[in-house]
């Protein structure tokens, strides 16, 4: 009986061993398969990433193949130092300096539009206005992005160049104004809680509303004087580098404000409540505490807005007047001026029918210094928001 009962006792116990080595089989089995399918899924999002990296390294190529020819023909000097743009003349001229300076003035005058404005109206979403409110002036802002370059070129060249030509003096002034009073404002608050602090505590009050009139008066008799001198200037053409700079700034308003608003987000709440429990007041929190805690990712925003002014076309092509020279003075921005944008778009019909000479390669050589400018900025740019993602642990 006993050999009987153990024959038994190995049968029941067989069917359990063999599920579980099946079990087993499977689980390797489809183990495998996950990795697998993990490693294809891994290698065609590298393989996208290589074609974007691909494609960029290309356009340097086919660029720099064009472009190179030039400065053999031609050589550096000429390029870099002369101010005298004359394609089609004979003898032929290809200085750019001009141009490039054009550029950069224009490039100046859209970031002192767009960053003030846009810094301050992240810091407005960011710590200022409800949830709710934010929720609906943030896509109204980021609008401003899905606009066609060609209709903000439209609106400079027949809305906005006329009202510089007929009325530039009012224009400017109420500009100057505008731009001035939130300075002045805050200038007069900060000098007169100072002159207030050295006061003695019954006359601290008085002290601060008497130096907030006197301030207030002086600072309104400024505005009013800078404000007359302005509106008695008379601008001869409306299409100049100061209408380009608006409108440029403008476009360039919705990237300013949305990587400065997440770079002031990412400061976190931590931070803000801290401040308050030190007793600091909301202005003092956010220049003292928020502001330069997420300084990296505003120079990032800056960064990232003079790149889409200096590489607009449609807008400088239209309303920038395109002439080849220096404003005299050099910071005349009531001058017409040419980029290199405008430059190469405007230029590359004519020079199609000239393909392979200096007039054909220079437009590639002027794109080859754009695309390189624009690639170290944004490298530069990359490099600010990497280390602000590590000062705040993240």
């Keep these: 009986m006993l050999p009987h009962s153990k024959i038994k006792i190995q049968n029941s116990m067989t069917p359990p061993l063999q599920s579980s080595k099946r079990s087993l089989v499977m689980n390797a089995s489809t183990s495998r ?10 290698g065609f999002l590298f393989s996208v990433t290589s074609l974007s990296t691909l494609t960029v390294f290309f356009i340097f190529y086919f660029i720099a193949k064009d472009a190179f020819p030039f400065f053999k023909l031609e050589g550096f000097r000429e390029f870099f130092t002369s101010t005298r743009w004359y394609p089609s003349g004979d003898p032929a001229e290809f200085g750019t300096m001009a141009i490039f300076f054009g550029t950069g003035i224009v490039t100046l005058g859209a970031v002192a539009v767009s960053v003030p404005l846009g810094v301050s109206a992240a810091v407005c979403l960011s710590d200022v206005l409800p949830f709710n409110a934010r929720q609906i002036v943030k896509p109204v802002i980021e609008i401003l992005a899905a606009i066609p370059s060609v209709a903000y070129g439209f609106f400079a060249l027949v809305v906005f160049a006329p009202l510089l030509q007929n009325h ?8 100057a104004c505008l731009m001035m009073a939130p300075l002045l404002v805050l200038l007069v608050v900060v000098a007169s809680d100072l002159i207030a602090d050295r006061c003695s505590d ?17 600072a309104f008799t400024l505005m009013t004087y800078i404000g007359r001198q302005l509106g008695a200037i008379e601008i001869a ?10 409108i440029l700034g403008i476009m360039a308003l919705p990237t300013v404000v949305s990587v400065s608003e997440d770079a002031l987000q990412a400061a976190g709440r931590d931070l803000r409540e801290g401040s308050y429990a ?22 990032a925003a800056v960064i990232l807005g003079v790149m889409r002014a200096i590489g607009e076309t449609m807008v400088v092509w239209m309303a920038s007047g395109n002439a080849a020279r220096i404003p005299g003075p050099w910071y005349n921005v009531l001058e017409p001026v040419r980029t290199l944008t405008a430059t190469i778009a405007g230029d590359m019909g004519e020079a199609d029918h000239v393909t392979g000479s200096s007039r054909f390669h220079v437009l590639f050589a002027m794109a080859f210094c754009l695309l390189a400018f624009s690639f170290v900025m944004n490298l530069v740019s990359e490099g600010i928001v990497r280390r602000s993602r590590k000062k705040l642990g993240k």
């Design 33 to 42: 398969l996950r990795r697998l399918g993990g490693l294809l899924g891994q």
């Design 237 to 246: 053409s409306g299409a100049n580098a100061l209408n380009v700079s608006i």
């Design 168 to 175: 530039g003096g009012a224009v400017l002034a109420a500009g």
């Design 278 to 299: 030190l007793g600091a007041t909301r202005a003092e929190t956010i220049l003292k505490t928020v502001i330069p805690a997420s300084l990296s990712g505003i120079l």
């Design 202 to 218: 019954l006359m601290r009050r008085k002290a601060r509303w008497v130096a907030g009139l006197v301030l207030g008066a002086a």
